[in-house]
Structure formats: structure tokens, C-alpha cells
């Protein structure tokens, strides 16, 4: 039987998530938005039954899209042209090209994507900081990070206020920016009308700074725009990343927090999560945690990601009081 023609992509994503199994799209579905989740349920539901040649069409459009993505992530866009048109020929190329999003190919400041932070801070130091805040915007955020922490603290706050208020921003803006970089690092010219920044990109950004640095930046913060400033600080420390944490700090969250929410927060969580729970309970308690996720039977999804985020609500709480520490930037804090 031929493959189906004409699938929007929702339909092809529902197809890839059957394809997977059903641990592998749960594992897909923890990086995704209520609503997203809910939308693509609803196509899963309705493919009744998928036919081979359908399947492998949308599997093997998938694998050409992640090829080359990770082509354009370790040389730009037209090194993934170049490379794709040897192995496949030029139209194959750039159908496969094309099925990525425009933003791909256009995507600003990618070679700064390859340089140096340290180089980039000399060129973007003196800037204005919302020139700054829409560089590092478009960085990887431990390049971000490093810019970031290596300004002046009043300037600090002002590029991470800007990058968190951030919304859209005008191909000419974009391009007279990315021109002045251009000049200076050797640039690839970008004519996107783009998204960029907002209050995620900043939580990302300050994730790989030093702790004075985030808490010089969440204190100034917190006196311009408390509201702002509460919403980062919510969102720099997720569920997940309870691994972070040595077995003695878990075992002091799992004193501070509530038992019913710590049986919800677990009732979706990894396996790592999880282990690491358990692992630092005495077996008495963690059986009891156990028949306590197992009795809760379907629970809504907004009710976990609540729990969640109370249990996280602790772990800041905690470390605000210097009881506990997060490792920071993916390097070891030093506890003297």
C-alpha cells in the first residue's frame, strides 16, 4: 500500500510517536507543553492503523531532518548543504532542506554560535544592553552564560531584565546588529523576522552563570520588577533536576516537603528522578511512597506539574537559606 500523502505535521508526529512505542513518546512528552501533549494525543487516537509504507516514509523523513540538523549545528546551514549534496545530490538536498523550518536557514548570529565567548564579550561589552540582551538571545546558553557573567553587575541586570522582556524582533534591527558582528568575527548574513529571548532564554542564560552572579541579578531584579523576577527564579530550577543534588540535600527536601505531593510529583517522573528519591528513604518509607503512587490511580497532569513545582519551591527555599547547594553551569560547586 502506498504511503499517505498530504499529512500535516501533527499527524507525521503522531505516526513517528506509535513508531517509537510507548516509552520512548512518554519520554518525548516530558519536553512538551500541556497542550501540545493533548494535541498530539488526540492524532494518536485517531490513527486507527498505520500502514508500513506511511510509517517508514515518516521515519525516514524524520532521520533526514535530524541529519541534517546536526549537520547545520556543527557547521551552519550551508555546511549541511554542502555535505547533504554530496552524499544525496543536490535535489534531495534541498528538499530535505526545505523541509526544516525557514528559521533554519536563516538563523541569526549563527556564527557566533562558533566563536569563543570570550571573544564576543570584546566585541559586545560596550554595547547598549538590549544589543547585549538580543546577542545572547541567539547563543547557546553557556556561551550566554559566560558573556553574562563576565559584565559589570549594574549591567547584569539591566541584559538580563531585557533579555526576560524580550519578545520579537525586526529583520532590520536583526541585520543591523548581526552586520556590526559580521565585520568584526567573520559572520553569516540572516534576513529572519525572529522570536527571541523571553523569560525561558533568560532562565537558560542564568543556569550558566555563577551563583553571585544570579543572585546579584535576581536581587536587583526583584526590586525593578518582582514579578519578573519571582517567574525566572520559578522556572531556573525544575523537578528534574533534582539529580543535580547530593543524596543530602535530597534527603533534606524529602523531610520539607509534603508526602502527598512528593507521591503526585513522582507519579510521572524519570527513572533517575525516581531512584534518587527513593535511594535516599529508609525501604519502610519508600514501599509506603510506592503504595501511595499506586493508589492514586489518573490524576490530571496540571495537578503533577503543581506538586512538581511545590517540591521545587522547597529546594529554592532551602538553598536560598544556604542549606543546600545546586551544582551550577554543569561544573561542581566548591563548598568551603
Known amino acids: 500500500m502506498p504511503a499517505r500523502q498530504g499529512l500535516t505535521g501533527r499527524q507525521k508526529a503522531a505516526i513517528l510517536l506509535i513508531a517509537l512505542g510507548q516509552e520512548a513518546a512518554s519520554e518525548v512528552y516530558k519536553h512538551m507543553r500541556v497542550e501540545e501533549i493533548e494535541d498530539l494525543t488526540l492524532d494518536i487516537a485517531n490513527q486507527r492503523r498505520v500502514d508500513p509504507a506511511t510509517r517508514d516514509q515518516v521515519i525516514a523523513e524524520f532521520w533526514d531532518m535530524i541529519t541534517a540538523q546536526n549537520y547545520i549545528d556543527q557547521g551552519g546551514i550551508e555546511y549541511a548543504r554542502e555535505v547533504l549534496e554530496r552524499a544525496l545530490g543536490p535535489q534531495k538536498a534541498a528538499d530535505i532542506l526545505n523541509r526544516l523550518t525557514v528559521s533554519l536557514q536563516v538563523r541569526p548570529f549563527d556564527f557566533a554560535r562558533r566563536t569563543d565567548p570570550g571573544q564576543l564579550l570584546n566585541f559586545i561589552q560596550n554595547e547598549h544592553p538590549q544589543t547585549i540582551a538580543l546577542v545572547l538571545a541567539f547563543l547557546h546558553p553557556d556561551q ?20 526576560a522582556t524580550m519578545d520579537r524582533t525586526s529583520p532590520d534591527v536583526l ?9 568584526r568575527v567573520s559572520a553569516v548574513a540572516s534576513q529572519e523576522y525572529a522570536a527571541a529571548g523571553g523569560v525561558e532564554s533568560a532562565v537558560e542564560v542564568l543556569n550558566h552563570t555563577d551563583r553571585a552572579t544570579e543572585r546579584t541579578i535576581l536581587d536587583a531584579l526583584a526590586e525593578q520588577d518582582p514579578e519578573l523576577a519571582e517567574e525566572i527564579k520559578r522556572r531556573m530550577f525544575t523537578f528534574d533536576d533534582i539529580v543535580l543534588l547530593d543524596d543530602r540535600a535530597i534527603q533534606q527536601v524529602i523531610r520539607e516537603a509534603d508526602q502527598k505531593d512528593l507521591a503526585l510529583a513522582l507519579k510521572t517522573a524519570s527513572e533517575e528522578v525516581s531512584a534518587r528519591i527513593f535511594k535516599n528513604m529508609s525501604k519502610r518509607a519508600a514501599d509506603m511512597l510506592k503504595e501511595d503512587i499506586q493508589y492514586l490511580g489518573p490524576v490530571r497532569l496540571r495537578d503533577v506539574e503543581e506538586a512538581q513545582q511545590r517540591i521545587v519551591g522547597v529546594v529554592r527555599r532551602l538553598e536560598d537559606a544556604g542549606e543546600i547547594v545546586i551544582a551550577r553551569g554543569g561544573e561542581e560547586e566548591i563548598v568551603v
Open 144 to 163: 550566554a552564560g559566560a558573556i553574562l557573567s563576565s559584565l559589570p553587575p549594574a549591567r547584569q541586570v539591566e541584559v538580563a531584565r531585557r533579555l
Open 175 to 183: 541585520r543591523e546588529v548581526e552586520s556590526i558582528l559580521e565585520h
